[in-house]
């Protein structure tokens, strides 16, 4: 082999080795900002889910306490306000923090998380209405309010298991 051949297989060796420490580099570099990608969805997920449910808790907290008014013929008109105002407040969180579920998703979180919103939705509606006939005197069917919104609370609890359930499945916490 002569000196001029030997310098160009030289040249195509160091060529080919820089072209594939080259392509291992970008690999290594796209499976890092992938793992990074993941890591960041993972955690905003994880943000929201977490959100979503305190907010969930915080309205049901929000509607007990307002039903426990509601129920009391001794309440003032003044603290039965106040309750709804409260649980009105606790809707607009979770409503919010239901929107935030919907965007991070995946799809089976955020259906199962529309589902329980929409539980959680019945419940507040009835409240509502239980509110309104309140202040209007309608007493004579106000028990029949605490037996929907008892109705209502139970059954936003499956819903509410269903996204909790699809929530650990989208984080991998599953077992």
Do not use: C
């Not at 943000?47 to 808790?57: C, F, P, R, V, W």
């Not at 309205?59 to 003044?78: E, I, Q, T, Y």
């Not at 089976?108 to 202040?135: H, K, S, T």
């Not at 929907?148 to 936003?156: S, V």
């Amino acid at each position: 082999m002569d000196g001029s051949t030997a310098t160009v297989l030289g040249t195509f060796i160091g060529a080919l080795g820089g072209v594939s420490g080259g392509w291992l580099t970008v690999l290594s570099q796209s499976r890092q900002q992938r793992a990074e990608h993941a890591r960041w969805r993972d955690e905003a997920r994880r943000d929201a889910y977490s959100t979503y449910l305190s907010t969930a808790k915080q309205l049901s907290a929000a509607l007990w306490k307002m039903s426990d008014l509601l129920g009391d013929d001794g309440s003032a008109p003044d603290e039965r306000q106040t309750g709804f105002v409260r649980a009105h407040d606790a809707w607009t969180e979770f409503s919010s923090a239901a929107a935030a579920v919907s965007v991070v998703g995946p799809r089976p979180v955020a259906d199962a998380a529309d589902v329980f919103r929409q539980a959680m939705y019945d419940w507040d509606m009835i409240g509502l209405a239980w509110y309104e006939a309140a202040g209007a005197s309608r007493r004579e069917h106000l028990e029949e309010f605490n037996e929907r919104f008892l109705a209502a609370a139970r059954a936003k609890r499956q819903p509410d298991k269903n996204f909790q359930t699809a929530a650990r499945t989208a984080l991998s916490t599953e077992t």
